[in-house]
C-alpha cells in the first residue's frame, strides 16, 4: 500500500523560502507521478509541480515557474519542493499525491488532480506580506 508524508510547512514572510518534503513507502519499480498541489480555503485544488520517479522529468505551473523547484531523492524515498520567492497570496494547504504515469504525460496529470487516488495529508504554509 503506497503512503505518502508531507512535512516542512511551516509560517514564513513574503519573500522567504521554504523546503516540503514528501516521505513516500510501498511503491514499486513503476514509473510514477508525484506531485504538489496546494488549496485555498474554499477553492479547488491546484497543481504546482510534477516529477515522475524513474527518470526526473519535470513539470511546473506558470505560477511558480522559475520560483519553485521539485527534486527526488532516491535514498530517502522523498520527492521535495523547494519554493523561493514567497507570496502572500500562496498561502494554502500543500499535499502531496501519488500516481502511475502509465500512458498518460505529467503535464497532464499535474493540471488534473482528480487523476491522483492516493494523497497525503496535507501540510500548511501560510505566507505574511
Known amino acids: 500500500q503506497v503512503q505518502l508524508v508531507e512535512s516542512g510547512g511551516a509560517s514564513v514572510q513574503a519573500g522567504d523560502s521554504l523546503t516540503l518534503s514528501c516521505k513516500i513507502s510501498?511503491?514499486?519499480?513503476?514509473?510514477?507521478?508525484v506531485g504538489w498541489f496546494r488549496q485555498v480555503s474554499g477553492k479547488g485544488r491546484e497543481g504546482v509541480s510534477c516529477?515522475?520517479?524513474?527518470?526526473?522529468?519535470?513539470y511546473y505551473s506558470d505560477s511558480v515557474k522559475g520560483r519553485f523547484i521539485i527534486s527526488r531523492d532516491s535514498t530517502k524515498n522523498s520527492v521535495n519542493l523547494r519554493m523561493n520567492s514567497l507570496k502572500p497570496e500562496e498561502t494554502a494547504v500543500y499535499y502531496c499525491?501519488?500516481?502511475?504515469?502509465?500512458?498518460?504525460?505529467?503535464?497532464?496529470?499535474?493540471?488534473?488532480?482528480?487523476?491522483?487516488?492516493?494523497w497525503g495529508q496535507g501540510t500548511q504554509v501560510t505566507v505574511s506580506s
Open positions: 516529477i515522475t520517479t524513474t527518470d526526473g522529468q519535470t
Open positions: 510501498g511503491i514499486t519499480s513503476e514509473n510514477f507521478a
Open positions: 499525491a501519488i500516481e502511475p504515469l502509465a500512458l498518460s504525460t505529467l503535464s497532464r496529470l499535474c493540471r488534473s488532480p482528480i487523476f491522483f487516488a492516493t
